[in-house]
């Protein structure tokens, strides 16, 4: 596709349940990053993956979260046993190569996620 | 650690207002500094940028300053349309490594 693509677009699943969101980048770009964003908060940085190298996971809240690119292209996000904070906006975001020291970050829509 | 920090909203003025958004950062070396926008319903999208001190990033009629002795990108325009209507958000990129952080955004509404 032209842009990056993101799906579900919306979840709702109960509290104690896993859930997995996808993050399809465009093709060609070699890093990828996820956000959260809740309602009212800026872009909260979980992690990111460039190329080949071992990913940067600094920024994932807990254990309970997790992310796999396979082949560098497709990633997938994990949460498991959700709980109602996990409640947010999942961006994923890519850039081609050699594209980082301009900025350029590419969004999907995002998934919508909700814990009930 | 690196941060944004910018102007809470919402935001709401009449057609052909002026603009400010104020945006301030904190950073260790010499950030790359954006504005991304968020219209109804779509994707965050790069709306300017500037990579060092005293550079103007412009696009659309609006336009930030990268001020370093004040630590600070506010976004303006002259005059506002009902189309620029949407959720604007400050980001940096961190002089190393390859972190971006982003303020909490402000809603912005533009009123026939």
């Known amino acids: 596709g032209a842009g990056v693509s993101q799906s579900p677009s919306n979840k709702v699943t109960e509290k104690g349940k896993d859930v997995e969101l996808r993050c399809d980048p465009i093709s060609g770009h070699t890093a990828l990053y996820w956000y959260r964003q809740s309602l009212g908060q800026g872009l909260e940085f979980l992690i990111y993956?460039?190329?080949?190298?071992?990913?940067?996971k600094s920024g994932l809240p807990s254990d309970r979260f997790s992310a796999e690119r396979t082949g560098g292209s497709v990633s997938t996000l994990t949460i498991q046993r959700t709980q109602q904070e996990d409640s947010a906006v999942y961006l994923c975001?890519?850039?081609?190569?050699?594209?980082?020291?301009?900025?350029?970050?590419?969004f999907g829509e995002g998934s919508r996620l909700t814990v009930l | 650690g690196d941060s944004v920090t910018q102007m809470e909203g919402p935001v709401t003025l009449s057609e052909e207002a002026f603009l400010t958004i104020n945006c301030t950062y904190t950073a260790t070396g010499y950030p790359s500094l954006f504005w991304y926008v968020q219209y109804p319903g779509e994707g965050l999208q790069l709306l300017l940028k500037?990579?060092?001190?005293?550079d103007k990033g412009s696009n659309k009629g609006f336009e930030a300053t990268y001020r370093k002795e004040t630590t600070s990108f506010h976004l303006e325009k002259g005059s506002v349309q009902v189309s620029d209507s949407a959720v604007y958000f400050c980001?940096?990129?961190?002089?190393?490594?390859?972190?971006?952080?982003f303020g909490t955004g402000t809603s912005l509404t533009v009123i026939p």
């Open positions: 500037a990579t060092k001190a005293d």
């Open positions: 980001a940096l990129r961190a002089s190393t490594g390859n972190q971006f952080y």
């Open positions: 993956f460039q190329g080949n190298s071992a990913p940067d």
């Open positions: 975001a890519s850039t081609p190569p050699g594209a980082l020291n301009t900025g350029e970050l590419f």
